[in-house]
């Protein structure tokens, strides 16, 4: 008699259980194990639900005394720091240059060295930054508004752009989230300091509400910082965030043998609204963030000093 199908029979059926059971027990354990951390996540949820209920339960303050002393602390050092609404994070329409005079037929030259100055002090401490940049950006914004005035926005201006020059363009009108002027950490976007819409205003800089970079790329860096200790002084004297007005900016021009009348074209001076409202964000403003350096003179900080326009400028 041939008993190897029966062994075999056999076998296949202790494989068969053997399988089943392995499988129900492994099952059990994966499902005890679910449970397990299921009730271990919902405890932690409950926990930390009710940690946050009794946190928000009002309660008395031990140490009343050194409470309000903290807040009168805090409350005195806010106020007694000064910081410039030309230094707002939040980019308004008011303070940047408006260059849309510069591409009429009897363009400012006074105007095309600001804006040099300006461009170069936005991009000469980044990577996109080669020798005279600046020049190849006025002159690519120049042709294009030249063929269709009506674009009023660097967005609009964007697609115009030659196909040569849009992946540079497309960076330099988006810019980046974070930056810091001076220094190779990203770059602003042109439109965070530069307007090409027309008939915004009668003159390309707004003085109250213009931002600082503007200012240094007009007065230069010295006589900005010299701006900012006087409206400074203004502050301490009156407790309100005010700019120099047309007469007190005549008079510190003087100081520095200086004409006002050699910037009548390129300043404009208008209403200018008290502390905490300095600057308000209009419709076509886009809120970006950027950190501020302290104003200060280029002997001060010479590693931030923008070399002068078209002598072109070394990466790091």
């Not at 106020?79 to 260059?99: C, D, F, G, H, M």
């Not at 401490?125 to 009506?150: A, G």
């Not at 800089?205 to 007065?219: D, G, N, Q, R």
């Not at 419709?283 to 326009?309: D, G």
């Amino acid at each position: 008699m041939n008993i190897l199908p029966l062994v075999s029979a056999f076998i296949l059926l202790f494989a068969i259980g053997s399988y089943t059971v392995i499988h129900q027990f492994r099952a059990a354990v994966q499902e005890t194990l679910h449970f397990t951390d299921s009730m271990q996540i919902q405890r932690q949820i409950e926990t930390q639900v009710h940690r946050n209920a009794f946190n928000k339960i009002p309660g008395k303050d031990p140490f009343p005394e050194e409470t309000e002393k903290r807040t009168a602390e805090t409350k005195k050092k806010v106020e007694t720091e000064y910081t410039s609404p030309r230094e707002a994070e939040s980019i308004v329409q008011e303070s940047k240059l408006n260059i849309t005079s510069l591409f009429q037929e009897q363009g400012d030259p006074l105007l095309e060295s600001a804006t040099l100055n300006l461009l170069q002090s936005m991009y000469a401490f980044t990577d996109l930054y080669e020798p005279n940049l600046e020049v190849e950006i006025l002159r690519l914004i120049r042709s294009t508004l030249k063929k269709d005035p009506s674009i009023d926005t660097f967005e609009k201006l964007l697609p115009r752009i030659h196909k040569e020059h849009r992946d540079l363009f497309y960076k330099l009108v988006k810019g980046t989230n974070n930056y810091k002027m001076g220094e190779f950490e990203g770059y602003p976007a042109l439109g965070d300091f530069i307007s090409i819409t027309p008939k915004e205003r009668t003159r390309p800089i707004l003085f109250p509400y213009a931002s600082f970079e503007v200012l240094k790329a007009l007065f230069g860096t010295s006589l900005t910082h010299q701006i900012y200790l006087k409206e400074q002084e203004k502050w301490e004297k009156t407790g309100e965030k005010l700019s120099l007005t047309k007469t007190e900016l005549e008079e510190f021009l003087l100081e520095h043998r200086i004409n006002l009348a050699d910037y009548q074209k390129m300043l404009l001076f208008g209403h200018q609204k008290k502390s905490g409202k300095e600057f308000q964000k209009t419709e076509s403003s886009k809120i970006r963030l950027r950190v501020n350096h302290p104003i200060s003179t280029p002997a001060e900080s010479p590693e931030q000093t923008v070399p002068p326009v078209n002598n072109g400028v070394k990466k790091k």
